[in-house]
């Protein structure tokens, strides 16, 4: 489902996303939270949050008195990840949100994770979601973000198959993210690691 002015919203697939995307158990999340950097006590916002899988992880490593928060445009996803806290018997807040009108006060979040989430977005949504998360991060927080990029010689006939019709996301295959980064106040942007098909970068303030 579409909503034009926002993105693209998975509540269709709410009751079996987990089955067609690595949940909060698999190893491939894990790997990805070891490249995210938690302390103990951390304030972290999980922006598209889907069913909670990263805001999972997140709460277990900033422990009790750390802050969780995730938002995601889809009410049943975030419905999902609201039933999964209480199945974990974890105090995370789950709400309906975009990222580019973020209901949090400013500078309130050590870190911010986004994964898989921005191919999704219309590129006005891309940009104001990055000034969002800029305002809402504290001077010398960082913003993790993973999701899709220009493609890998060997990737690039499925990922033009798969994604290149899609405007959101070719404007990612084009390279043009970065250059958005660039332009929303960041101190320093760092590319992480790039796989086969996501890159994962460090946004800092």
Aim: proline share 4%; charged share 25%.
């Amino acid at each position: 489902m579409t909503n034009e002015s926002k993105g693209i919203s998975l509540d269709p697939y709410s009751n079996y996303y987990d089955l067609m995307a690595p949940a909060e158990k698999s190893g491939f999340r894990k790997k990805q939270m070891r490249l995210i950097t938690l302390q103990e006590g951390d304030r972290v916002l999980d922006v598209g949050c889907g069913t909670g899988a990263m805001s999972i992880l997140a709460k277990h490593a900033v422990g009790d008195g750390g802050e969780v928060q995730g938002v995601d445009i889809a009410p049943k996803m975030v419905q999902k990840s609201r039933k999964k806290a209480v199945v974990y018997d974890l105090s995370i807040g789950f709400s309906v949100a975009s990222i580019d009108e973020l209901p949090f006060s400013d500078e309130h979040f050590d870190v911010i994770i986004s994964n898989m989430m921005f191919h999704h977005l219309p590129v006005p949504i891309k940009q104001g979601g990055l000034k969002e998360c800029h305002r809402v991060m504290k001077e010398g927080g960082n913003f993790y973000l993973s999701d899709f990029c220009t493609p890998r010689l060997f990737t690039a006939p499925l990922m033009a198959l798969m994604f290149l019709w899609r405007k959101s996301t070719r404007f990612q295959l084009l390279g043009k993210l970065p250059g958005l980064m660039e332009a929303s106040g960041y101190r320093q942007i760092t590319l992480l690691k790039k796989g086969a098909f996501l890159k994962y970068y460090r946004l800092s303030k």
